[in-house]
Nanobody, 125 residues
Protein backbone atom coordinates (compact mmCIF):
# COMPACT_ATOMS: atom_id res chain seq x y z
CA UNK A 1 0.00 0.00 0.00
CA UNK A 2 1.35 3.39 -0.97
CA UNK A 3 -0.05 6.84 -0.50
CA UNK A 4 0.78 9.53 -3.00
CA UNK A 5 0.63 13.19 -2.06
CA UNK A 6 0.67 15.70 -4.89
CA UNK A 7 -0.14 19.31 -5.67
CA UNK A 8 2.53 21.14 -3.75
CA UNK A 9 4.47 24.03 -5.17
CA UNK A 10 5.49 27.65 -4.79
CA UNK A 11 2.84 30.29 -4.27
CA UNK A 12 2.76 33.88 -3.14
CA UNK A 13 1.24 34.85 0.16
CA UNK A 14 -2.52 35.08 -0.13
CA UNK A 15 -2.62 32.47 -2.83
CA UNK A 16 -4.09 29.00 -2.94
CA UNK A 17 -2.97 25.44 -3.55
CA UNK A 18 -4.83 22.16 -3.72
CA UNK A 19 -3.20 19.00 -2.47
CA UNK A 20 -4.39 15.53 -3.33
CA UNK A 21 -3.82 12.19 -1.62
CA UNK A 22 -4.45 8.90 -3.38
CA UNK A 23 -3.72 5.32 -2.46
CA UNK A 24 -2.51 2.40 -4.50
CA UNK A 25 -3.52 -1.01 -3.32
CA UNK A 26 -6.12 0.34 -0.94
CA UNK A 27 -9.29 2.36 -0.82
CA UNK A 28 -10.11 4.87 1.87
CA UNK A 29 -13.59 3.55 2.52
CA UNK A 30 -12.74 2.36 6.05
CA UNK A 31 -10.13 5.00 6.80
CA UNK A 32 -9.63 8.34 8.32
CA UNK A 33 -7.31 10.33 6.09
CA UNK A 34 -5.27 13.21 7.43
CA UNK A 35 -2.77 15.81 6.39
CA UNK A 36 0.23 16.65 8.53
CA UNK A 37 3.01 19.11 7.85
CA UNK A 38 6.58 19.46 8.95
CA UNK A 39 9.27 22.11 8.76
CA UNK A 40 12.93 21.26 9.27
CA UNK A 41 13.88 20.92 12.89
CA UNK A 42 10.30 20.77 14.14
CA UNK A 43 7.86 18.01 14.92
CA UNK A 44 5.26 16.96 12.42
CA UNK A 45 2.07 18.92 12.96
CA UNK A 46 -1.54 17.88 12.43
CA UNK A 47 -3.38 19.93 9.83
CA UNK A 48 -6.73 18.27 9.08
CA UNK A 49 -8.48 14.92 8.96
CA UNK A 50 -11.49 13.40 7.28
CA UNK A 51 -13.29 10.17 8.06
CA UNK A 52 -14.22 8.81 4.68
CA UNK A 53 -17.45 7.06 5.63
CA UNK A 54 -19.01 9.87 7.66
CA UNK A 55 -17.24 12.82 6.03
CA UNK A 56 -16.53 14.10 9.53
CA UNK A 57 -13.68 16.60 9.43
CA UNK A 58 -11.31 18.12 11.96
CA UNK A 59 -8.87 21.00 11.62
CA UNK A 60 -5.96 22.47 13.49
CA UNK A 61 -6.81 25.90 14.85
CA UNK A 62 -4.10 27.45 12.71
CA UNK A 63 -5.84 26.48 9.46
CA UNK A 64 -9.54 26.71 10.35
CA UNK A 65 -11.42 28.88 7.92
CA UNK A 66 -8.59 28.74 5.36
CA UNK A 67 -8.15 25.03 4.59
CA UNK A 68 -10.81 22.54 3.55
CA UNK A 69 -10.37 18.79 3.50
CA UNK A 70 -12.77 16.80 1.37
CA UNK A 71 -13.13 13.57 -0.51
CA UNK A 72 -13.22 13.09 -4.25
CA UNK A 73 -15.30 10.01 -4.88
CA UNK A 74 -14.53 9.85 -8.57
CA UNK A 75 -10.78 9.78 -7.98
CA UNK A 76 -10.87 7.96 -4.64
CA UNK A 77 -8.79 10.79 -3.30
CA UNK A 78 -8.72 13.16 -0.38
CA UNK A 79 -7.97 16.77 -1.21
CA UNK A 80 -6.79 19.68 0.89
CA UNK A 81 -7.81 23.04 -0.50
CA UNK A 82 -5.55 25.67 1.01
CA UNK A 83 -6.54 29.31 0.70
CA UNK A 84 -5.12 32.54 2.08
CA UNK A 85 -1.73 30.92 2.41
CA UNK A 86 0.96 32.62 4.41
CA UNK A 87 4.70 32.02 4.89
CA UNK A 88 3.86 30.16 8.10
CA UNK A 89 2.23 27.47 5.99
CA UNK A 90 5.51 26.62 4.29
CA UNK A 91 6.27 22.98 5.04
CA UNK A 92 6.38 19.49 3.63
CA UNK A 93 2.84 18.19 3.67
CA UNK A 94 2.19 14.51 4.27
CA UNK A 95 -0.98 12.54 3.86
CA UNK A 96 -1.70 9.64 6.16
CA UNK A 97 -4.47 7.10 6.52
CA UNK A 98 -5.60 4.44 8.91
CA UNK A 99 -8.64 2.41 9.89
CA UNK A 100 -8.24 2.78 13.65
CA UNK A 101 -8.44 6.53 14.06
CA UNK A 102 -10.99 7.85 16.50
CA UNK A 103 -11.98 11.29 17.61
CA UNK A 104 -9.56 11.31 20.52
CA UNK A 105 -6.44 10.42 18.52
CA UNK A 106 -7.12 11.96 15.13
CA UNK A 107 -4.33 14.54 15.59
CA UNK A 108 -1.74 11.98 16.64
CA UNK A 109 0.79 10.62 14.16
CA UNK A 110 0.72 7.24 15.82
CA UNK A 111 -2.95 6.76 14.93
CA UNK A 112 -2.14 6.53 11.22
CA UNK A 113 -0.73 3.39 9.65
CA UNK A 114 -0.08 4.48 6.07
CA UNK A 115 1.97 7.52 5.05
CA UNK A 116 2.77 9.25 1.80
CA UNK A 117 6.11 10.65 0.76
CA UNK A 118 5.27 14.31 1.27
CA UNK A 119 4.90 17.27 -1.03
CA UNK A 120 6.62 20.62 -0.55
CA UNK A 121 4.54 23.74 -0.13
CA UNK A 122 6.43 27.02 -0.18
CA UNK A 123 4.71 30.34 0.39
CA UNK A 124 6.68 33.44 -0.42
CA UNK A 125 6.02 36.74 1.31
Amino acid sequence: VQLQASGGGLVQAGGSLRLSCTASGRTFVRDTVAWFRQVPGKERQFVASLKWSSRHTSYADSVKGRFTISRDNAKDAVTLQMNSLGPEDTAVYYCAAGPSVVQSNRASESAYYYWGQGTQVTVSS
